[in-house]
């Protein structure tokens, strides 16, 4: 005889308090005498708050941590914790490896990236990895990259000033402006002429599921955000899969030059021995999609935060457009070589104290693959979730941290180097960031070509550069701006 619901629900309320207790008792046990919450909400942990507002999250973590440099806290059924200071950031990129540390670059990366994912990778086959992408990011290619990308850049600054030009009185916000060239920067750079036309439109609208997916409930369920995001990424995997078989064939012919990244790395493994190591087309759609993950939500976050620095900070625009107006003028109609980028010096700078000040991912989490000594009084359980905050490490050390100075990296004062364990934006470690030569190259080219080509003026409200996630940091407004042609008139680029 079956009972009734009524009968069977006092034992399930039971058994319900029976696992929240159990779940407070092992945070309380894993936690420890650390700084955070005593008490966490059954079964989600902090996960709300993560999800409707992560800038309060995680400052109040930073702020837990000020004491001992770190501190704890649970979401949806991981214990976590959290790294503000430096050194212990450090300690935790230089030990991933399967006895230690797993970075995994999103809480629940695995169900959301897929398998295919350099960032899992360890040890020789990581190396081995980053040995076959290597002549993606050699100069000849970066050159071939910086001419793409000006192109882009320059399509779409002439798009938000004619925008601008329909109201000259309203300003309009430059994020989704920004993540849209940027989307197309990557597209064109990574998979050049393979992904077409048609393709575009579905690829903007999978990268946007992941986008929302990437900052929802991980809840893998039908209907929900996270699951829509996974589905997501099976596709656009799958169409940078096909991107890279159509590449195979055309490279292995061995008589065209190289016109975007996978064509150089396909032109290599054409070059070299069929090994076993070479990886299939799923594998190679996999990296693609890291590429692309690492590149694009960065990017934008670094742009809109040069455009408000830049505004804020007019003696630094002064100097920014008089040393590009030396290098390079608009009515040449040529590219800026990467000649003229290297001259540039105090260009490199603002981009890097951009990248300093508002770091676009500020964590990095990684996983405890087994218990692991973090300091004499505290050993980080195995299955937690670490988070190494890059954006608290970018506040300490540094001359006068909490100031906009780009001279800080200059010869004479050379804080990159005197704090080189401090500026962890590009990560460090095994697993530092394979691009990052290209995407500077990339800040300083919009830099320069911007504050070249247009005037802007910011529009300043209470709070509105206020950090908010979206999932990299971004100023509360969206970047709101108005801007007019500067120059005479646009460079032809296309002629080139």
């Known amino acids: 005889m079956f009972l009734s619901f009524s009968a069977i629900l006092p034992y399930l309320f039971s058994s319900l308090i029976l696992l ?4 407070q008792i092992s945070y309380l046990f894993k936690k420890r005498h650390l700084p955070g919450p005593t008490f966490v909400l059954p079964f989600l942990g902090g996960a709300i708050s993560v999800v409707t507002n992560p800038t309060k999250f995680w400052d109040a973590q930073s702020a837990f941590s000020a004491s001992l440099g770190y501190s704890a806290n649970y979401i949806v059924g991981n214990f976590i914790l959290y790294i503000r200071d430096s050194h212990l950031s450090n300690l935790i990129f230089s030990n991933v490896r399967p006895d230690a540390f797993k970075l995994v670059g999103h809480p629940f990366g695995k169900k959301l990236f897929g ?8 040890g020789q086959d990581h190396k081995d990895l980053r040995r076959r992408i290597a002549p993606n990011f050699t100069p000849r290619a970066l050159s071939t990259y910086t001419d793409l990308q000006q192109m882009i850049i320059l399509k779409h600054l002439k798009q938000w000033e004619e925008l601008c030009s329909r109201d000259p009185t309203r300003p309009i916000p430059l994020r989704l402006l920004a993540r849209e060239m940027n989307l197309e920067t990557s597209q064109t750079v990574f998979v050049g002429p393979y992904l077409k036309p048609q393709d575009r439109a579905r690829f903007r609208e999978d990268y946007n599921l992941f986008n929302v997916g990437s900052m929802s409930l991980p809840f893998d369920l039908p209907g929900f955000a996270f699951r829509k995001a996974i589905r997501a990424v099976d596709r656009l995997v799958n169409t940078l899969a096909d991107c890279a078989r159509q590449c195979k064939s055309k490279m292995e012919a061995g008589d065209e030059e190289p016109t975007c990244l996978v064509d150089f790395w396909m032109q290599e493994t054409a070059a070299g021995d069929a090994e076993p190591s070479h990886p299939g087309d799923v594998e190679i759609g996999g990296h693609l999609f890291d590429f692309l993950f690492a590149a694009q939500d960065a990017s934008t976050s670094s742009l809109l935060w040069a455009v408000s620095l830049l505004d804020s900070h007019p003696d630094v625009l002064l100097r920014v457009r008089a040393e590009v107006e030396r290098v390079w ?12 980028i290297r001259e540039m010096k105090y260009t490199q700078m603002v981009a890097r104290e951009v990248i300093r000040y508002r770091p676009p991912a500020t964590m990095v989490p990684h996983v405890a693959m087994r218990d692991f000594p973090l300091t004499e009084s505290y050993t980080v359980p195995k299955g937690t979730i670490v ?19 780009p001279d800080r990296f200059s010869e ?21 960031c394979v691009g990052q030569r290209y995407a500077l190259n990339h800040l300083v080219l919009f830099i320069a070509m911007f504050c070249t080509l247009l005037d802007f003026k910011r529009h300043r409200t209470d709070g509105c550069d206020e950090i908010v996630y979206n999932p990299t940091i971004c100023p509360k407004d969206g970047c709101m701006v108005t801007m007019w042609r500067r120059c005479a008139r646009y460079p032809d680029l296309a002629s080139n």
């Open 20 to 23: 929240a207790l159990i779940e």
């Open 115 to 122: 398998e295919h994912n350099l960032i899992y990778m360890f």
């Open 329 to 340: 003028s608009p009515e040449s109609d040529g590219l800026i070589t990467t000649e003229q």
């Open 387 to 405: 988070f190494p905050s890059v954006y608290d490490s970018s506040f300490q050390g540094f001359t006068e941290a909490e100031r906009f100075d």
């Open 412 to 432: 004479g004062r050379a804080e990159d180097q005197l704090y080189k364990r401090n500026f962890l934006a590009f990560g460090a470690g095994a697993h530092q």
